[in-house]
């Protein structure tokens, strides 16, 4: 809800806060979509758990959000739905494969490494890299048991 709206309230829950979660499954459609560039703007804007809309004041932190759960068990899906969107990441566990369609990492990220991805009783380790505007992945251990495919 905008600032401008009669009803909102920055510290209320569905009159004026931001929920991560909320963002994470719009990036998720944005992605399957094939929207990176979107997927990229909001996984950049995001930091779970919830935000409200207080101004910035000079010398001041955050404001303590007086009803909150620290943290909300929903919120800790956020990062990794937001990865899984701006990675393109899929896994087909009977088919042994992991799927990476049209991978991309935001400005702020230029490396990223996935350690021991299970797949059953097989499982690999993912190395992620953005150099500029592309993503180079690389198998460094468990290629032989779980094939990973990159689709740019």
């Known amino acids: 809800m905008a600032a401008s709206e009669i009803r909102y309230n920055p ?3 569905h009159n004026g806060s931001i929920w991560p979660h909320d963002n994470a499954l719009i990036a998720l459609g944005f992605d399957r979509y094939g929207l ?3 997927v990229l703007q909001v996984l950049t804007a995001m930091l779970p758990e919830l935000f409200c809309g207080f101004a910035r004041e000079p010398c001041t932190g955050p404001t303590f959000y007086p009803v909150a759960c ?5 919120a ?3 990062p990794f739905a937001l990865l899984q969107a701006a990675l393109g990441l899929a896994i087909d566990h009977e088919g042994g494969e992991i799927r990476f369609t049209q991978p991309a990492l935001p400005a702020f990220l230029d490396d990223l490494r996935l350690s021991g991805v299970r797949l059953g009783d097989r499982a690999a380790d993912i190395h992620i890299a953005r150099h500029g505007d592309e993503v180079a992945i690389n198998v460094p251990r468990g290629s032989d048991r779980v094939r990973v495919i ?3």
Request: without cysteine; neutral net charge.
């Open 36 to 38: 990176k560039d979107a």
């Open 70 to 74: 620290a943290p909300q068990a929903w």
């Open 76 to 78: 800790t899906a956020t």
């Open 11 to 13: 510290m209320s829950y």
């Open 150 to 152: 990159a689709i740019h």
